[in-house]
T-cell receptor, first 112, second 115 residues
Framework: DAKTTQPNSMESNEEEPVHLPCNHS???????IHWYRQLPSQGPEYVIH???SNVNNRMASLAIAEDRKSSTLILHRATLRDAAVYYC?????????????FGKGTHLIIQP | DTAVSQTPKYLVTQMGNDKSIKCEQN?????MYWYKQDSKKFLKIMFS???????INETVPNRFSPKSPDKAHLNLHINSLELGDSAVYFC??????????????FGPGTRLTVL
């Protein structure tokens, strides 16, 4: 899987939007962009994924650059419960039982 | 209902002992995984199973032996525990979907401490 680069940490205020960036300049045309998060003392949790078009779900939105070399996870209205480590992960078209390759992720701090 | 469950949640044991961690999923998935998260919080895949068959073994010492009695269960047995085995172990499951689209569901983790 291609490599991703994320800021080590970000801070935001409660009830404000949060934009978490991810660079993946070596992404291939068939790589999906996945986001997971890990709340304190819990297992990772799937957030969203996309291929080329922007995606929305009940948790977040994913904005994918036209050249696909970067993407942004958008939390529209952050709550204290959104404080977590967020991982941007590329998933290739290979085996369906491939493990996820976690990087260091972005530690999101939410201020009340 | 718990989707992916692990037992025990905490496991404290002496070096040299043998221990097992159990994982069960009720999502109807056909693929299960074990991940290890070390003290520096790095998460790394250890094994994956599809329909009870081993697919991935990421150069894990052979003291670790996963066993999948059926598609809903993947247990991890560890022989001759070492200090370096102390970590949080996460089980996960998913559908087997080639193409990179499938999402994985994780259990709550088992914190193993080897003294």
């Amino acid at each position: 899987d291609a490599k991703t680069t994320q800021p080590n940490s970000m801070e935001s205020n409660e009830e404000e939007p949060v934009h978490l960036p991810c660079n993946h300049s070596t992404i291939s045309g068939t790589d999906y962009i996945h986001w997971y998060r890990q709340l304190p003392s819990q297992g990772p949790e799937y957030v969203i994924h996309g291929l080329t078009s922007n995606v929305n779900n009940r948790m977040a939105s994913l904005a994918i650059a036209e050249d696909r070399k970067s993407s942004t996870l958008i939390l529209h209205r952050a709550t204290l419960r959104d404080a977590a480590v967020y991982y941007c992960i590329l998933r290739g078209p290979g085996g369906g039982a491939d493990g996820l390759t976690f990087g260091k992720g972005t530690h999101l701090i939410i201020q009340p | 209902d718990t989707a992916v469950s692990q037992t025990p949640k905490y496991l404290v044991t002496q070096m040299g002992n043998d221990k097992s961690i159990k994982c069960e999923q009720n999502l109807g998935h056909d693929t299960m995984y074990w991940y290890k998260q070390d003290s520096k919080k790095f998460l790394k895949i250890m094994f994956s199973y599809n329909n009870k068959e081993l697919i991935i073994n990421e150069t894990v010492p052979n003291r670790f032996s996963p066993k999948s009695p059926d598609k809903a269960h993947l247990n991890l047995h560890i022989n001759s525990l070492e200090l370096g085995d102390s970590a949080v172990y996460f089980c996960a499951s998913s559908y087997y979907g080639t193409g990179g689209w499938n999402e994985q569901f994780f259990g709550p983790g088992t914190r193993l401490t080897v003294l």
